[in-house]
């Protein structure tokens, strides 16, 4: 067994006696791999030990690792915040969005969506105490974005 399949499998059994402890199901529990800084191989190592999503937030890196791993059937989450000029990298070549903090980026990621991928979804941070050194969407607003950026929304 390799050290990344030997680290899941410890991470995996972690997760299963945390999820005993509070009395859930194992399986409504998700294990999202970051690969950032890791390389193709390290990534292909995780899939052959079962992992099929990965995590990324150096966007320009994260699709050349995609182009290399194309031949495995991976889902790809883009996390962290999201810049403007990298909205397009990000409809393209990712299945998840995981922080949108303004309606500027879900539009753009709706805009530069191919229409022939499905919908992008998104995971929307919201500001809920309103805090002017927090990010996020405030409180009030992020309900309007469904209607507002529908394509965008899984």
Not at 48 to 68: D, P, R, S, W
Request: proline share 5%.
């Amino acid at each position: 067994m390799t050290t990344i399949a030997a680290n899941l499998q410890s991470v995996h059994q972690r997760i299963a006696d945390a999820c005993a402890a509070a009395q859930r199901h194992v399986n409504e529990v998700t294990l999202l791999p970051v690969s950032k800084t890791f390389g193709p191989e390290a990534v292909r190592e995780a899939h052959a030990a079962g992992e099929t999503a990965f995590g990324e937030n150096y966007i320009q890196e994260a699709v050349e690792k995609q182009a290399l791993l194309a031949d495995l059937p991976l889902q790809w989450h883009c996390i962290g915040p999201i810049q403007s000029n990298k909205t397009r990298l990000v409809a393209q070549h990712f299945a998840w969005a995981h922080t949108i903090d303004r309606l500027k980026i879900a539009q753009r990621l709706s805009e530069q969506r191919p229409q022939v991928m499905p919908p992008l979804s998104v995971c929307i941070q919201v500001n809920i105490d309103g805090g002017a050194s927090k990010a996020g969407v405030p409180r009030a607003r992020h309900w309007r974005w469904r209607a507002r950026c529908t394509r965008c929304l899984a």
